[in-house]
């Protein structure tokens, strides 16, 4: 089944399809200002993350598809988008062994920097991030586990310094 993104007017209250390609596209997100709107999509036949303008044009593919993006926020000044996704992987030939259970296989948070378009990745080692949100610009919380292997619930909410990527576990106050 293909999907699209749509768009209500909510002043006419006209409902309008908003992309139309062969492939579906989903968890569209508008950046901070309006001016632009990210999706996820399998045009390319993996996930990827389109940016486009919503007055108009084609999107384009602003991440490669090597990354295998699950989920994106926009900063709140809209100059980065942070993305969950694993560590691209090395061109493999068939006879090359494969290891089950690699800390690679873990989704990572990555920072795409929207002016200069470079990617830089945010959080390593062992880690299972379930969520994800920006509180400031130099800040995102997640829920995470870092022991992502134990078969209990074990998530913790987490703080990250986009600068350095330092990850300090957050006290859970019941009031």
């Known amino acids: 089944m293909v999907r699209h993104l749509w768009v209500l007017e909510m002043r006419s209250g006209e409902l309008r399809q908003f992309t139309f390609s062969q492939k579906s596209e989903w968890l569209p997100r508008w950046s901070p200002n309006g001016k632009l709107l990210a999706f996820l999509s399998d045009r390319a036949g993996s996930t990827e993350l389109y940016m486009m303008n919503p007055e108009g044009g084609e999107a384009g593919a602003i991440i490669p598809s090597s990354y295998e993006i699950s989920d994106f926020r926009w900063s709140p000044d809209g100059g980065q988008i942070a993305f969950l996704a694993r560590e691209p992987k090395p061109e493999m030939k068939d006879q090359?062994?494969?290891?089950?259970?690699?800390?690679?296989?873990?989704?990572r948070i990555w920072l795409l920097d929207l002016g200069s378009r470079k990617i830089r990745q945010l959080t390593s080692g062992s880690w299972r991030i379930k969520e994800f949100?920006?509180?400031?610009?130099?800040?995102?919380?997640?829920?995470?586990?870092?022991?992502?292997?134990?078969e209990t619930w074990?998530?913790?909410?987490?703080?990250?310094?986009?600068?350095?990527?330092?990850?300090?576990v957050l006290p859970l106050r019941l009031t």
């Not at 130099?138 to 829920?143: D, E, N, T």
């Open 154 to 168: 074990n998530d913790a909410l987490y703080s990250v310094d986009v600068s350095d990527g330092a990850i300090l």
């Open 96 to 107: 090359d062994a494969k290891i089950a259970d690699r800390e690679q296989e873990l989704r």
């Open 133 to 150: 949100d920006w509180v400031s610009s130099g800040r995102i919380l997640l829920i995470a586990s870092n022991a992502p292997r134990a």
